[in-house]
C-alpha cells in the first residue's frame, strides 16, 4: 500500500493538459482510472525494475519541431519536443523523487539546478554582488561564461553511470536508473506521420523527471575539477577568513570568477 500511495502521489503532482507520448494516454486518465489501473501498472513496473526491460512503448519517444523565431528554414530557430509515455514518466519521477534527497549531500553549493533548498538566485546575486564588490575597490576580476551546446544531448552514459557510483549510489539503485535506458529510442513526427524508431545511445531524456537530477550528477565532476586545480585562484570573498570561490553552476551554465 505504501509504494502504491507514492506512486499515486507521484501521479498527482505530474503536469496536466501534457500532449501525451506514443501510447496516446495521458496523466488524466491513469488519476481517473487509478482505482482499476493502479494495481496493474504497479506490476508491470516491478516486473520492470526486477527484469530490467521496459515494456516498448515506454522506451520509445515521440519528437515535434516546434517553431520560435527567425528564419522558418533555419533549423536552429526550432526547439525539439519529445513526449514519453506517461507510464514511464511515473516510474521516473518516483525514483527522482528518491534521488532528490540525496542530492545536497553530494553535490557541491556552486550548483543549484535541482537541489532542494537551492535557488537559481543564489547564483545571480553572487554574481552581481561579486562585481559590485571589485568595481567599488577596483580590483581585477574576469567573469567566464561557458556554453555547453547540446549538453543534455551529449551526455556520455556510460560515464554518468560511473559518476553515480564514485558519489555512493548503490548497484540496484544504478540498476534502475540504467532500466530507463535500454532499448531508448524516438520516432519523429512531421506532418501527424511518425518516422520509424532510431536509437538513443547517448544523452539523457528530455521530458524525463530524472534527466535534470542527473544531468547535474554528471557535471560534478567538472566541478571538483575546477575547485581543486591550485591554477584557478577565484574570487576572495571579504571577510569569509581566506575563502575564494571560483564559480558558480546551474545545469550546464557554469559561470567562472577568475
Same mark, same amino acid.
Given at each position: 500500500?505504501?509504494?502504491?500511495?507514492?506512486?499515486?502521489?507521484?501521479?498527482?503532482?505530474?503536469?496536466?493538459?501534457?500532449? +501525451?507520448?506514443?501510447?496516446?494516454?495521458?496523466?488524466?486518465?491513469? *488519476?481517473?482510472?487509478?482505482?482499476? %489501473?493502479? +494495481?496493474?501498472?504497479?506490476?508491470?513496473?516491478? !516486473?520492470?525494475?526486477?527484469?530490467? /526491460?521496459?515494456?516498448?512503448?515506454?522506451? /520509445?519517444?515521440?519528437?515535434?519541431?516546434?517553431?520560435?523565431?527567425?528564419?522558418?528554414?533555419?533549423?536552429?530557430?526550432?526547439? +525539439? %519536443?519529445? &513526449? *514519453?509515455?506517461?507510464?514511464?514518466?511515473?516510474?521516473?519521477?518516483?525514483?527522482?523523487?528518491?534521488?532528490?534527497?540525496?542530492?545536497?549531500?553530494?553535490?557541491?553549493?556552486?550548483?543549484?539546478?535541482?537541489?532542494?533548498?537551492?535557488? =537559481?538566485?543564489?547564483?545571480?546575486? *553572487?554574481?552581481?554582488?561579486?562585481?559590485?564588490?571589485?568595481?567599488?575597490?577596483? %580590483? +581585477?576580476?574576469?567573469?567566464?561564461?561557458?556554453?555547453?551546446?547540446? !549538453?543534455?544531448?551529449?551526455? @556520455?552514459?556510460?560515464?554518468?553511470?560511473?559518476?553515480?557510483?564514485? $558519489?555512493?549510489? #548503490?548497484?540496484?539503485?544504478?540498476?534502475? =536508473?540504467?532500466?530507463?535506458?535500454?532499448?531508448?529510442?524516438?520516432?519523429?513526427?512531421? @506532418?501527424?506521420? $511518425? #518516422?520509424?524508431?532510431?536509437?538513443?545511445?547517448?544523452?539523457?531524456?528530455?521530458?524525463?523527471?530524472?534527466?535534470?537530477? %542527473?544531468? /547535474?550528477?554528471? &557535471?560534478?565532476?567538472?566541478?571538483?575539477?575546477?575547485? !581543486?586545480?591550485? #591554477?584557478?585562484? #577565484?574570487?576572495? =570573498?571579504?571577510?569569509?577568513?581566506?575563502?575564494?570561490?571560483? &564559480?558558480?553552476?546551474?545545469?550546464?551554465?557554469?559561470?567562472?570568477?577568475?
Amino acid at each position: 500500500m505504501q509504494t502504491r500511495n507514492r506512486f499515486y502521489s507521484a501521479l498527482r503532482r505530474m503536469g496536466k493538459g501534457k500532449v +501525451p507520448g506514443m501510447d496516446g494516454l495521458p496523466a488524466e486518465f491513469y *488519476l481517473m482510472f487509478w482505482g482499476i %489501473l493502479g +494495481p496493474v501498472v504497479l506490476e508491470v513496473l516491478k !516486473a520492470i525494475l526486477e527484469t530490467g /526491460v521496459p515494456g516498448g512503448s515506454m522506451a /520509445v519517444g515521440v519528437l515535434s519541431l516546434l517553431y520560435k523565431k527567425g528564419e522558418v528554414t533555419d533549423l536552429g530557430n526550432w526547439r +525539439p %519536443l519529445t &513526449m *514519453l509515455c506517461v507510464d514511464y514518466k511515473l516510474l521516473a519521477k518516483v525514483l527522482a523523487d528518491r534521488l532528490r534527497t540525496a542530492l545536497p549531500y553530494v553535490v557541491h553549493e556552486d550548483q543549484t539546478c535541482g537541489v532542494e533548498g537551492r535557488s =537559481i538566485r543564489w547564483n545571480l546575486q *553572487l554574481i552581481r554582488d561579486s562585481i559590485a564588490w571589485v568595481e567599488d575597490r577596483g %580590483l +581585477p576580476l574576469m567573469v567566464a561564461a561557458l556554453d555547453q551546446a547540446k !549538453a543534455f544531448d551529449r551526455v @556520455n552514459r556510460s560515464f554518468l553511470f560511473r559518476v553515480l557510483g564514485r $558519489l555512493g549510489f #548503490g548497484e540496484k539503485f544504478i540498476g534502475w =536508473i540504467r532500466t530507463l535506458y535500454v532499448g531508448a529510442g524516438c520516432r519523429v513526427s512531421v @506532418n501527424s506521420h $511518425l #518516422g520509424d524508431v532510431f536509437d538513443l545511445s547517448s544523452g539523457v531524456r528530455q521530458g524525463c523527471p530524472l534527466s535534470a537530477l %542527473l544531468f /547535474v550528477l554528471y &557535471m560534478e565532476p567538472l566541478g571538483a575539477a575546477i575547485r !581543486a586545480d591550485t #591554477g584557478v585562484e #577565484g574570487l576572495l =570573498i571579504p571577510g569569509s577568513s581566506g575563502l575564494r570561490v571560483k &564559480m558558480t553552476q546551474y545545469a550546464d551554465d557554469t559561470s567562472l570568477l577568475l
